[in-house]
């Protein structure tokens, strides 16, 4: 059994068009880090609302991690899923980093110590040491959406899913971030990003879904997503650098620098 | 958009058409003759006209659910007070055991719980099928200082902007763990953690709405240029005016001892 699964789902806004056209969005995901790729208003955020119950489908049959997602309210599902939102203010309510980043193990009653663990380690991963007393709204975009991650991180979820954390993160901030998702997918978490930046999928995702007006046009190896120029045309996306002059010059597809250091070396 | 920052639903109903000034009047005033008017049986008439109303205009469903999240509660708690302890109790309507349920109180409450509902459906109606912004450009076309009109638009801005407000702080807490949902005893614990932030953040959105509104030139000495003309008719300024002069003909009334 897939880890995430999602069966015929449709749904649509009040008052909106349908997000996902009939029959409606099938997809299933192995754990591991998979990246969700696709043109803006593709339907990325609503999936992974739907993933958590955020969102309600109309119809079809969403599975996080053995959990029915119709049958668990949001609360219940915060038990296995760490949910970031793509605009860290809609997630950040509290006074301080420290509390912020408490909240979610507080309560659900974790105990003592492993709440401790959670977030001293969250806090650690997302580099918010010495922060922990800032008001989350007196820091930067950048580093409110390290609050967000950590926040979500602290209660220790087997599930993460990560709606654009690569926005507006610099060069530090990405290696941060690409060694945290790739560690979250080596210790075996289902890890879920919603991105638009090319390089950090093809760094740090070995799979990826690529949605596109509400369908999935693909979901697999990322190298052969990358492989796909009408693929990626349709669904607004620019190849990683490293692929494109990989393809220019006549070498190896390849993702990443690695690969294509790799590549050209032979 | 639905949810934003007013409770307005599109539509195309004889409500959603009438100028927002008679619309207005009519709210104001169909809240203070529910108030006014003596008997169950008038309030009731006030109530069944809201309903019609309510119907014609698309928006039960939505009310329903107003109604049953607000209305309810009240309703229910004002009957068991009165129908149990209200010192005019005297006619015994049933008992459980040694616990008498009295009519007077049944009277007592239901008059009080169907004002309420009247005062609730009204302001709901009226919120429902005008723009925010049209009450203000009506209310300044007919010489309302803009800084009076930025006060009243910011006071009809409130409530909705609350509301999603809150609706965003609870979806933030519950995708971590706090239960929102659910039995009666989870949603009112899960009440306090809303609280405080949510008062927070609404002192915040007011500060910025205010240096928004400094950047815009507002308090600007110019004369404003009208955006639009709302449809008017001879018909509406008569209806304005009779429920206008309802009102104080219904305090007179009740003062020479309409009962
Ligand atoms: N609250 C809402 N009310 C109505 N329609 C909405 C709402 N949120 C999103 N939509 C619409 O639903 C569709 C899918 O939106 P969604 O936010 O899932 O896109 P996305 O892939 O996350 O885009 P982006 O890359 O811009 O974040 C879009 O057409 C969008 O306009
Ligand atoms: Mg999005």
Redesign the interface.
């Known amino acids: 059994m897939p880890d995430i699964s999602l069966e015929k789902v449709l749904f649509s806004y009040?008052?909106g068009v349908e997000v996902y056209p009939e029959p409606g969005l099938t997809l299933a995901l192995e754990s591991g880090v998979t990246a969700l790729v696709g043109e803006n208003g593709a339907g990325k955020t609503t999936l992974t609302k739907l993933l958590?119950g955020?969102l309600r489908p109309r119809s079809g049959d969403i599975n996080v991690a053995g959990l029915d997602v119709s049958k668990t309210?949001?609360?219940?599902m915060?038990?296995t899923v760490g949910?970031t939102?793509q605009n860290p203010d809609?997630?950040?309510?509290?006074?301080t980093v420290k509390a912020e980043v408490t909240?979610?193990?507080r309560?659900?009653k974790r105990p003592p110590a492993d709440v401790e663990r959670g977030v001293a380690a969250a806090i650690k991963a997302c580099g918010l040491a010495g922060k922990e007393d800032v008001h989350p709204?007196d820091l930067g975009l950048s580093e409110r959406k390290w609050v967000a991650i950590a926040?979500?991180l602290a209660?220790e979820p087997s599930v993460v899913v990560l709606d654009e954390p690569t926005l507006g993160q610099d060069y530090p901030s990405r290696q941060r971030l690409r060694e945290l998702v790739m560690r979250l997918g080596s210790e075996g978490k289902i890890v879920l990003v919603v991105t638009h930046d090319m390089d950090f999928v093809g760094e740090a995702c070995p799979t990826t879904v690529v949605l596109s007006h509400g369908a999935v046009r693909y979901a697999g190896p990322t190298s052969n997503a990358f492989g796909d120029r009408a693929l990626l045309k349709e669904a607004g996306i620019e190849p990683p650098h490293v692929t494109e002059l990989a393809q220019a010059i006549g070498l190896r597809q390849c993702v990443n620098e690695a690969e294509f250091l790799a590549t050209w070396r032979r | 958009?639905?949810?934003g920052l007013s409770l307005y639903q599109?539509g195309a109903s004889l409500l959603h058409r009438a100028h927002p000034l008679t619309k207005g009047v009519f709210t104001l005033s169909v809240i203070a003759l529910a108030f006014i008017v003596p008997s169950l049986y008038w309030i009731l008439a006030i109530a069944l006209i809201l309903l019609i109303l309510v119907i014609v205009a698309g928006v039960l469903r939505r009310l329903i659910a107003v109604a049953l999240a607000l209305l309810l509660p009240i309703a229910v708690l004002l009957l068991a007070v009165q129908g149990f302890a209200n010192p005019a109790n005297h006619t015994v309507l049933f008992a459980i055991g040694p616990v008498v349920y009295y009519t007077e109180g049944l009277y007592i409450a239901a008059i009080a719980a169907l004002r309420i509902t009247c005062l609730v459906v009204a302001t709901f109606l009226f919120s429902f099928t005008t723009r925010p912004a049209d009450i203000t450009e009506a209310l300044m076309q007919r010489g309302l200082s803009p800084a009076m009109g930025y006060v009243v638009q910011s006071a009809l801005q409130i409530i909705p902007q609350t509301l999603d407000m809150a609706g965003?702080?609870q979806?933030?807490?519950?995708?971590?763990?706090?239960?929102?949902?659910?039995s009666l005893p989870k949603r009112a614990r899960a009440y306090l953690?809303l609280m405080l932030?949510l008062v927070?953040?609404s002192l915040?959105a007011t500060q910025e709405r205010a240096m928004a509104l400094e950047v815009r030139g507002f308090g600007l000495p110019v004369k404003r240029v009208r955006r639009y003309e709302f449809a008017d008719s001879a018909v509406q300024r008569v209806t304005r005016w009779a429920l206008a002069l309802a009102v104080p003909a219904a305090i007179v009334a009740r003062l020479l001892g309409w009962k």
Do not use: C, N, W
């Open positions: 009040p008052g958590i955020l309210t949001v609360a219940a915060a038990k949910y939102f809609d997630q950040l309510f509290e006074r909240f979610g193990p309560v659900l709204h926040s979500a209660s | 958009m639905a949810g599109e965003r702080i979806d933030a807490q519950r995708s971590r763990g706090l239960e929102t949902e659910g953690p932030p927070l953040s915040v």
